[in-house]
């Protein structure tokens, strides 16, 4: 029967391929090239060093592994891989594995070199009776390997066209193959082969090697399959996408069984052995995907601050591409400090508060103080999954908006931490006393700034806990007296005020914002918490403060591995002084104050702990409600805010669990609560208590003298110097006047009458200075009223009531 044209072209091409198998077979057992050199003038020694120079990949392999993040108690928190790959040992996977893999395979895979002479011979008359070209491979356990590891290489680098050449079925592609084959064979056991072979292979379902293809299909390790589980695995890797139990049973059965009867033929198991394999089905049940990724972790948008956290890191590589490209195929081993049982307790006190679909949003940061390492962080809004719910989000409301965050939110009175830690370190003591009127015209105040000096012309604000009059720091903190910061950020500055809060690692949502420089933070009202923040760098700020003046960036890696066991730098938390012991020790001292009894954050303060310090904030209208507080060991925010993306409703009334919201005609959402309240009782409170189970109650550093009563200075001389001039004198020098009327009988009403303490006098520095005002004479006393005898009401049988009434008997 003539041929026809594709008949005879692969007949052409099956006897092409004959003579290239032979030469090389003749070469594979010579060792060298030396018919070839002869040809080609070159000599053998040269034909040799060639035929020995392969890729780098095939000599030092680094297969695609998928990387892995823990959590504080060791747990996995989530994989990220390109391809699902764990590599093992060749011991640690079973022998009938192994010999299942070679049965199908190349089964005198210990008996040939690179390439099975009789095995590519059969493939070659099989392929040249076949008019679809090649059928059957013929290749090598080597030879396939060096395939799967050239295909691998291109994938790394991201090349479609170098993986769809690597699977070309062309002669050019075969001589390299067995080219590199044959060297590889010279550098390498066959022990060696084999266990790279199985843990680069592809068993479909996005499993690569066999140790994850094992824990995928069956829910076991390698060292643990049985005969029917290694048949059926050995049998993917032909097919891994046809022969697929879940994708279709019916054909993966029928491949493994005819492993099964090839390791029959083989003798290396009985036709009993392989008849009882056969009868067992394949449970889909017990399939387990690997989750990729940060979608379904537990913790998603932990997760996800970590993936940020990595691609901004350095260690990682050069650019973002390579850093992602070593997180989903290095096979790291990323270590975070998350406690999942903190993160849980967190996690219910804010559902607890506020549900995801309400119109307010609630968080919850927990940091390590000296570490900055992130111990929790909790939102009332989870991820937004692929269907698209109400109550979800992409947004991490947490963190700023590089590492996933929306806008920032007002922290109100928590500022004035700020404006009092300014003021400690410009040596303001404690015992500092401003005259807290409220309300307090502010109109002619000229506060100096960053950028020039700033006066609001109708600047006119309100004490809102009902506490005015004269006082010192303490009682200004624990009664969060607007009044009294505004006056002490006035002697301070708000340069100075707005460069405490940087230093300590306050965070403006708005990344093109500077806190010192920025007209929108140079205003009298900074000290009221105007600006817009990161809840984390609140929490942050305050660590600073526990930790005695070491200021740590957040984190959330604390140490990352290579598969080879290398460490590489995690992200720096940059710790450093940024204030003195001394000046972290009256913080302590002073927020203390404000979780006892009378201050407005003793609500939220932790049973059975002493040693705890906090601030309470509130803005305007209770548009956001905050605690921010911590313990020498945690620090930790929490906060309740509107959502200012929501539409305005006329009335929205709704109460969760105490925290109630609501909507007025032309305005904004009320919440319903305090700092202390809604934010620090039901949310910080049962997540630091949870969170300080078991802790030693570790004492705060008592501050020095200085901090608590200030330096002792001199009065400047005031000699000659009018009222006026005077005063301002004084004020330069950080005192504060304030006028004092005093009665006397020689002095007329309203003429000064000088300073107390005077010109000389040993002081405290800024302290306060009285200016004395004559009050005139005073007045004369009044005479005391005449008294007069009280007679008894009137009784029964007593009209004037002039006797007593008589006693009933009973």
Not at 208 to 237: C, F, I, P
Not at 450 to 468: E, L, Q, W
Request: charged share 20%; glycine share 8%.
């Amino acid at each position: 029967m003539p041929f026809s044209p594709k008949r005879l072209g692969s007949v052409a091409y099956s006897l092409v391929m004959f003579v290239i198998v032979s030469v090389l077979a003749g070469v594979l057992i010579a060792g060298l090239f030396v018919p070839m050199a002869g040809v080609a003038g070159v000599s053998s020694k040269a034909a040799v060093a060639e035929l020995d120079n392969i890729p780098a990949e095939l000599s030092t392999p680094a297969p695609a592994t998928r990387s892995k993040v823990l959590m504080g108690n060791g747990k996995v928190l989530a994989y990220f891989y390109d391809e699902n790959r764990i590599p093992v040992k060749l011991d640690k996977i079973a022998p009938v594995m192994r010999q299942a893999q070679i049965a199908i395979e190349d089964h005198r895979f210990y008996e040939h070199g690179a390439l099975d002479v009789k095995g590519t011979l059969r493939a070659l008359i099989r392929n040249s009776t076949s008019e679809g070209g090649i059928t059957q491979g013929g290749s090598s356990i080597t030879q396939q390997y060096v395939k799967m590891v050239q295909v691998e290489a291109c994938q790394a680098k991201g090349d479609a066209q170098c993986v769809r050449d690597a699977q070309a079925a062309t002669m050019e592609r075969k001589i390299r193959e067995l080219r590199y084959a044959i060297a590889l064979e010279k550098r390498l056991t066959k022990d060696q082969i084999l266990e790279r072979y199985l843990n680069i292979a592809y068993y479909g379902q996005g499993t690569y090697g066999v140790q994850a293809a094992a824990k995928h299909y069956y829910g076991t390790d390698a060292s643990k399959l049985n005969l029917t589980q290694a048949a059926m695995l050995a049998g993917l890797v032909q097919n891994p996408d046809n022969n697929n139990p879940v994708r279709n049973l019916s054909a993966a059965i029928d491949r493994r069984d005819t492993v099964l009867n090839r390791m029959t033929e083989l003798r290396l198991i009985t036709p009993d052995q392989a008849k009882k394999a056969k009868a067992v089905g394949f449970d889909e049940k017990k399939v387990k995907p690997t989750r990729n990724g940060c979608v379904g972790s537990k913790y998603p948008f932990l997760c996800d601050y970590v993936r940020r956290t990595l691609l901004l890191t350095s260690s990682l590589g050069k650019n973002v591409e390579d850093r992602d490209n070593l997180l989903k195929r290095g096979g790291l081993v990323i270590q975070t400090a998350i406690d999942p049982h903190t993160q849980d307790i967190a996690q219910r006190a804010v559902s607890r508060v506020v549900g995801a679909k309400d119109p307010v949003i609630s968080t919850m940061n927990m940091i390590e103080p000296g570490t900055g390492l992130i111990i929790a962080s909790a939102q009332s809004r989870p991820v937004m999954g692929i269907n698209k719910k109400k109550g979800q989000t992409y947004y991490n409301y947490s963190v700023e908006q590089k590492l996933g965050g929306a806008e920032g939110y007002q922290a109100g009175s928590t500022f004035k931490a700020f404006t009092a830690a300014a003021a400690i370190e410009k040596g303001i003591p404690l015992t500092k006393k401003y005259n807290a009127r409220s309300p307090m015209d502010f109109t002619h105040t000229t506060f100096s700034t960053c950028i020039g000096n700033a006066r609001d012309p109708s600047y006119r604000p309100k004490n809102s806990t009902g506490v005015n009059g004269v006082m010192n720091m303490y009682k200004g903190a624990a009664k969060s007296v607007n009044t009294y910061f505004l006056q002490l950020e006035h002697t301070v500055g708000i340069c100075p005020v707005t460069k405490m809060a940087k230093k300590l690692g306050v965070q403006l949502s708005d990344p093109k914002l500077d806190l010192t420089s920025s007209p929108t933070t140079q205003v009298p009202s900074f000290t009221l918490g105007v600006s817009e923040v990161t809840p984390m760098s609140m929490a942050e700020a305050y660590a600073t403060f526990a930790a005695r003046g070491i200021h740590c960036d957040p984190v959330i890696v604390s140490k990352i591995t290579t598969r080879s066991g290398k460490q590489l730098e995690p992200p720096d938390a940059n710790c450093r002084r940024v204030i003195s012991k001394d000046v972290a020790d009256g913080m302590n001292r002073l927020l203390s104050g404000v979780m006892q009894p009378g201050g407005t954050g003793w609500r939220a303060r932790i049973p059975n702990f002493v040693n705890q310090a906090g601030k309470t904030g509130t803005i305007n209208s209770n548009h956001a409600v905050w605690f921010v507080g911590y313990t020498p060991l945690i620090a930790a925010s929490a906060m309740i805010a509107i959502d200012p993306t929501r539409s305005i409703w006329k009335h929205y009334p709704r109460k969760r669990s105490g925290v109630a919201y609501f909507r007025v005609p032309s305005t904004h959402v009320i919440l319903e609560g305090s700092g202390s309240g809604d934010a620090g009782m039901k949310i910080w409170q049962p997540a630091m208590t949870a969170a300080m189970k078991g802790q030693p109650d570790v004492r705060f550093k008592a501050p020095p003298d200085s901090v608590l009563r200030g330096k002792l200075v001199q009065v400047p001389s005031l000699y000659g110097l009018s009222y006026g001039a005077a005063k301002r004198k004084l004020e330069r020098a950080g005192f504060t006047v304030v006028r004092r009327n005093k009665y006397n009988d020689t002095v007329p009403k309203g003429t000064f009458m000088g300073f107390s303490p005077g010109s000389g006098a040993t002081v405290p520095q800024f302290s306060t200075i009285f200016a004395q005002f004559s009050d005139g004479k005073a007045p004369a006393a009044k005479p005391p009223k005449k008294k007069t005898a009280q007679l008894p009401p009137p009784g029964n049988g007593n009209p004037g009531g002039i006797f007593p009434p008589r006693r009933r008997h009973r």
